[in-house]
């Protein structure tokens, strides 16, 4: 599934990490502890494993988000759709092999209201959550 390109709120971001692409995946494809290594995740909820169609319930900064992954090819590519109030998101992750490194591509397209409402304060705001997450990652897996 692809991003919605036409949304209000569209961004795509990538980082060199240096650590290969199964200790990349491994870390973001353990979706129940996200909450490890993102500080504005404070809950994670898998229902019925690591597959296509299966769902999970998160809060991340605050909000209540129900999301059903749509694209789980390890170790390449995870991707899952969201609802909160207000909100609805495509994300997309990518996980390229470059020797010893991976190149991790994420890219998410926000709608709804609140999305209209974030971009008036920040313009930047997926911009800059995207950047975050990236880097934490790459901590992570470079650790």
């Known amino acids: 599934m692809n991003i ?4 209000p709120a569209v961004a ?5 990490i240096h650590a290969p692409v199964e200790k990349v995946w491994q870390i973001q494809a353990d979706i129940e ?5 993102q500080p504005d995740i ?23 988000i129900t999301s059903r992954l749509h694209t789980v090819q390890p ?9 909160a109030l207000g909100m609805s998101a ?7 092999p470059r020797g010893e490194s991976t190149l991790a591509v994420t ?3 926000l709608a709804g209201w609140l999305t209209r409402l974030m971009l008036f304060f920040d ?21």
């Open 33 to 37: 502890n996200w909450s490890a290594w």
């Open 75 to 83: 170790p390449h590519r995870l991707g899952w759709t969201g609802v």
């Open 42 to 64: 404070t809950a994670v909820k898998l229902n019925d494993g690591l597959k296509t169609g299966s769902t999970f319930r998160w809060k991340a900064q605050g909000l209540n």
């Open 107 to 109: 890219e998410e397209s």
């Open 90 to 96: 495509i994300h997309n992750w990518t996980f390229e």
């Open 12 to 16: 795509r971001r990538e980082i060199l």
């Open 123 to 143: 313009p930047r705001f997926l911009e800059k959550s995207l950047e975050a997450t990236l880097q934490r990652l790459k901590d992570k897996a470079e650790a």
């Open 4 to 7: 919605n390109q036409t949304a």
